[in-house]
């Protein structure tokens, strides 16, 4: 009987250590569980500020292409500009040689007729 005894404490204790282990892992599993949701939060939270961020930058972006865009038509227009400014002034300095042309004909011809009615009176 004694020996029943034995073997029922033995496995009592057994029992009593299996149920404190039990529990130390269920402990540890309550821990890592919480450790997990927490972590599970602060990647939500990086995820939504990294999902913010992204869209901030995308409508930087977007503000910045419609700029250079603006800028590139701005340009296009200035340099339309200055092409037609560059042709205008090389057609008016034609126009002006042309008519100085013509203004020294002009003069070299009175300037002939002249001398011819100088030498005339001589």
């Known amino acids: 009987m004694s020996q029943n005894k034995e073997q029922t404490a033995q496995l009592e204790k057994q029992i009593k250590d299996q149920n404190k282990l039990i529990e130390e892992l269920k402990e540890q599993n ?10 599970e939060i602060t990647m939500e939270e990086q995820k939504n500020k990294l999902t913010d961020e992204l869209n901030y930058k995308a409508k930087e972006l977007k503000k910045n292409n419609d700029s250079s865009s603006d800028i590139q038509r701005k340009y296009e227009q200035l340099q339309k500009k200055y092409d037609q400014e560059c042709i205008a002034m090389k057609q008016a300095k034609e126009k002006e040689s042309e008519i100085n042309g013509e203004r020294v004909a002009e003069m070299e011809t009175q300037l002939k007729d002249t001398k011819e009615t100088f030498d005339m009176a001589k």
């Open 30 to 39: 309550y821990e890592h569980e919480t450790k997990i949701s927490e972590l």
